[in-house]
């Protein structure tokens, strides 16, 4: 009994790869913060945007491309105004092509610029955000913004939301 206890405690605990990424259970309550950004409030992430020179990225997860290299998204995405969808970026474990892929979109979205500000976010509860964000710090920016409210955060404050298309490798 006691071994059919801890097998359901550990089934129970969230995945994390060994570099401290979250690797499953993706839609769960994240953390208040994440260390090295800044957390951001809705009024905060508005006031962010409004002073302009953010990049602005939505890691949410898109479904697979078909074989013609076309996504397969069901209903059209509605993110932060200006922003850059870096589809399934946000995964805690990233094949080493799509790691790459997401350094290159980061450096070129920042324009070799690693003290622009970077705001990530998905949807609430979500921690492709957080991931992310924490690996745009690792790969050396050094004004990362985190927004874990979200697109739901700013539609439900009455916020405009744009339709973006998944950018992916």
Not at 65 to 86: C, F, H, N, T
Not at 150 to 168: K, N, Y
Request: proline share 9%.
């Amino acid at each position: 009994m006691k071994r059919l206890v801890l097998a359901l405690l550990l089934l129970a605990l969230p995945a994390w790869a060994d570099d401290g990424y979250r690797t499953g259970d993706y839609r769960a309550p994240v953390p208040l913060e994440l260390e090295g950004a800044v957390t951001l409030d809705t009024d905060e992430a508005r006031d962010l945007l409004a002073g302009g020179g953010v990049v602005v990225i939505d890691v949410l997860p898109a479904p697979r491309r078909a074989a013609d290299g076309a996504w397969l998204v069901p209903k059209p995405r509605l993110s932060l105004p200006g922003a850059v969808w870096l589809a399934n970026a946000g995964y805690g474990d990233l094949p080493p092509a799509m790691e790459a892929w997401f350094a290159g979109q980061l450096n070129r979205l920042s324009g070799g610029d690693t003290a622009r500000p970077l705001l990530f976010f998905c949807i609430i509860d979500c921690w492709m955000s957080w991931n992310a964000a924490r690996r745009a710090l690792s790969l050396g920016h050094r004004r990362v913004y985190w927004y874990p409210d979200g697109s739901d955060g700013w539609a439900f404050a009455g916020l405009p939301l744009e339709r973006v298309d998944p950018r992916g490798p």
